[in-house]
């Protein structure tokens, strides 16, 4: 009961830092997944007085990735009445050329910036429509939730490495006569604390497959699918094969650690 | 006759002023029987402990089965203790380890095969006379039958050295006496160096011993 209540304090240590884990991984996944959401329906305006083409609008700002011309025959169709063929055709040659311009990714405010004045060098372009007001707010939310989300996970790995430091000292405690009566019979390091390392081992591969069963079961839940089909993205929730080996790297190296901390610890007792 | 261990003005400390034993010299053959007496605190224990490399010299040379423990590597000394057999007054078995595994624990290090292991604990188990209690846990056993495990233990690799530091304090008549008889089998048929920190000298052994006194930190050999 006492062993079972131990491998537990280490299992459940180990969970909860692959649960945060995991967590911050879906909530970054969410957030690149809303960004390029948002990256496909912003786009920047151009003004310019001369047609400029595709290749030259690559060549100002590399987050270009996709340039449209505006055809200015709504605004002319209300002339339409007024104005005879003639002059409207001229007016067609005289009128700047209008152009949307979307990007790569979702960029930063200082990203919008830069852009604007790389559009702004060019002598052809007069005006440059950025919506940068809507765009920064929507940013810094992204931002500030990434934050909220990233202190909280951190806080979640801070307390759980405690509470790994706390069960390194009762398997210290532990392990410490067994090794020290180990060693005096000349048994070498390794063998010493080869059922730590087993032990430890096999929390691991517990912990790590509890994950991997919570987050198996999460990703087949009708509810959270939901939230995220709320706000138009599809997020992998959880990969079994990719984020499980990853988790299962993460768990065996921070146990490993942990049963080394303990060998090196471990000061010989007669 | 070979010598098992040869002392050279070995001075043992532990703090930097005090020592415990001063500049010793003494040397032990092979297979015979060595009794160490002393009053408490006069450091038999500390001797004891230095045979097998638990403590460090604090000056001289300490050679034990051909190894200078006074410069010793860790490789080196896990060797020397692999041919050593140790009994503790508080018996150091694992708790959590059936008596079976604490005997079979030096077979297990001198990398004995599970066939040899086996047939020794089962031998040497119904030496002690605990054969029946093969499966139980050292808390589940008496101080008497503890120390006899821890006996078992010493003996079960066949080592060319046992120590034992009051092996037979605290315990009953019985096992007192099969202790000692399990001493004197080592040393007479197996002719195992056997060396024993003890307050009295059983009158019963039948085996020629060399006994050593402490007394102010001077080991004397008294005939």
């Known amino acids: 009961m006492k062993s079972i209540k131990n491998h537990l304090s280490l299992i459940v240590a180990l969970v909860s830092i692959l649960f945060s884990i995991q967590i911050f991984v879906i909530v970054e996944r969410s957030i690149d997944a809303y960004k390029q959401n948002l990256a496909n329906n912003y786009s920047v305006v151009v003004v310019s007085q001369k047609a400029i083409t595709q290749k030259e609008f690559f060549k100002i700002n590399k987050l270009i990735s996709k340039v449209k011309v505006l055809s200015p025959d709504n605004v002319i169709k209300r002339l339409n009445s007024d104005i005879d063929k003639s002059n409207m055709e001229f007016l067609k040659l005289t009128l700047p050329k209008f152009y949307k311009l979307h990007l790569k990714s979702y960029p930063s405010p200082r990203e919008i910036k830069r852009l604007r004045k790389n559009l702004l060098n060019n002598r052809f372009i007069t005006k440059v429509e950025d919506f940068s007001n809507t765009h920064d707010t929507i940013y810094k939310l992204l931002v500030l939730f990434k934050n909220v989300v990233l202190v909280f996970a951190a806080v979640v790995s801070i307390v759980t490495m405690l509470l790994i430091l706390k069960e390194l000292r009762i398997w210290q405690f532990k392990h410490n006569e067994r090794m020290s009566i180990m060693g005096l019979f000349g048994a070498p390091t390794w063998l010493r604390s080869a059922v730590l390392f087993r032990l430890s081992i096999v929390d691991a591969i517990i912990s790590s497959m509890i994950v991997f069963a919570i987050f198996t079961v999460l990703s087949s839940s009708n509810w959270i699918l939901n939230q995220f089909k709320n706000i138009d993205i599809s997020v992998v929730i959880f990969d079994n094969v990719g984020d499980f080996f990853i988790l299962f790297g993460i768990s065996i190296v921070l146990s490993i650690i942990l049963a080394s901390m303990i060998v090196l610890g471990h000061k010989e007792e007669v | ?223």
Request: charged share 20%; no cysteine; aromatic share 8%.
């Open chain 2, 1 to 223: 006759m070979d010598r098992v261990i040869v002392a050279k003005n070995v001075s043992l400390s532990y703090t930097a002023d005090e020592t415990i034993i001063n500049q010793a010299n003494f040397s032990v053959n092979s297979g015979s029987f060595v009794f160490i007496t002393g009053a408490s605190g006069s450091g038999k224990s500390t001797l004891l402990k230095s045979l097998f490399g638990a403590i460090k010299l604090k000056q001289g040379s300490l050679v034990v089965g051909g190894v200078e423990l006074s410069k010793v590597s860790r490789s080196k000394l896990n060797f020397l203790r692999r041919h050593i057999g140790i009994v503790f007054q508080d018996y150091k078995l694992v708790k959590e380890w059936t008596i079976e595994k604490n005997i079979m624990m030096p077979l297990i290090i001198n990398g004995y095969e599970k066939s040899v292991t086996t047939n020794q604990v089962e031998s040497l188990l119904k030496h002690v006379r605990l054969k029946h209690q093969a499966g139980k846990y050292p808390l589940e056993l008496s101080g008497g039958e503890q120390q006899r495990v821890a006996m078992a233990r010493a003996l079960s690799h066949n080592p060319i050295l046992i120590l034992a530091d009051e092996p037979t304090g605290n315990l009953d008549e019985y096992s007192s006496e099969l202790i000692w008889k399990l001493l004197e089998g080592a040393n007479t048929q197996l002719e195992t160096t056997v060396i024993v920190v003890t307050h009295h000298i059983p009158t019963s052994l039948n085996v020629d011993y060399k006994h050593f006194h402490i007394e102010y930190g001077t080991i004397n050999e008294i005939n």
